[in-house]
């Protein structure tokens, strides 16, 4: 069928001057990224998962600008967890601000580092696309078809140390598009950390391969730049008795998309995605998850906590997809905002569909203010409201934090957001 004449315009427009990286083991997958975008069309408001969402900005030729937010003065996120540093600037792999890639039980190359052979060749694009039903995704072959940078990580033991991929920029419109792919070993286990704003505007894309009883945690903390943009998107598919979970802070920026698009293929896999937002004005948070069950007796969690203020918009779109025989499936789902004044908007979009009659699935959503009986307990014991208030809102977002297994992980998380909502009282 052919495009809309509104979004061919669109994408032609957008596709007009780039050109796919040649040569290598990524170019057929790159290639065949760029038709399906061709035949799908960049993303408008009358689809379906973007009604909430404008994607003007990240659609359109050029960035709009974004001031750069000079945090120098601040210690780094993670900074005291030891990881391997891998620096991108303004989406450039930085090798002089970086650690040599070197770790024990990891392999760990670029992808602007083209061959004809491979590993990631199996995995490049390959979840990308089978993401791409029964929901288009635009935006994430746009990142296969175009990223020129990147890690490929390929887990074959349990390293001693978290891979932290940091992200900084140093032009206002600078356009970053990062893909990473990630390949976890039956039976290894590592812990990747993300940091840092990236870009003026950013589409990152990261596909996760989980073997047999594999691990992966992911935490990741989005850059404090305000005007900042960012389209990222998380593909994984899970084998028998595999764990993923995956934690995003999103503090600031003024329009960000999360996409986590995850497959529980093997029996007794778990699959675990969470965030937190605090926004604050000009700010519009969108998570989208889809979540498919297609084996027996998994497990997955979704869990979301917004903080909205002054006008701030907060969206989650999320699926539980239980496909026929995916028996003793637990799925869970909660997606709740923090309203901290009147002008402020949480718009949700909880689903479930289910085919198979053996699971114990769950969804709920909800929105309101600080609870006035709570405030007043605090202050009649001294507290001050500001102080009171801020309390009330790490709590608020505990649930979401304790989903990050790595208890001093958790610590980083809550003194981020204390910092965060103390900046807010001055």
Known sequence: MALPEQKQTLTETRLSGLSVPEGGWAEPARRDALARLRAMGLSTRRDEYWKYTRPDTLTAPEPEAAEVFDDSDEPQLFSERNGLKIVFTDGVFDEGASDALELDGVRIDRLAET????????????????????????????????????????????PSRPIHLIYRRSGNAADAVLHHVVKVDAGACATILETGPAAARLNSGMEVEIADTGTLHHVRAQGRDHERRAATHVFARLGRESVFKSFTLTANGTLTRNEC?????????????????????????????????DAVNCESRQVFKKVLRNGAVGVFQGKILVQPGAQKTDGYQISQALLLDEDSQFLAKPELEIYADDVACSHGSTSGAIDEDSLFYLRARGVPRGEAEDLMTIAFIAEAVLEIEDEDLQSDINDRVAAWLARRRT
């Open 115 to 158: 061959s004809d052979i491979h590993w990631a060749r199996d995995v490049y694009g390959v979840l990308e696309a089978r993401g791409q039903a029964p929901v288009q995704r635009p935006l994430a072959a746009f990142n296969t078809a175009f990223a020129t940078d990147g890690v490929l990580i390929h887990v074959t033991g349990r």
């Open 261 to 293: 698009v995850i497959e529980l293929t093997g029996d007794d896999a778990v699959a675990h995605v969470a965030g937190a937002c605090m926004g604050d004005g000009d700010f519009h948070h969108d998570d989208t998850v889809f979540v498919t069950h």
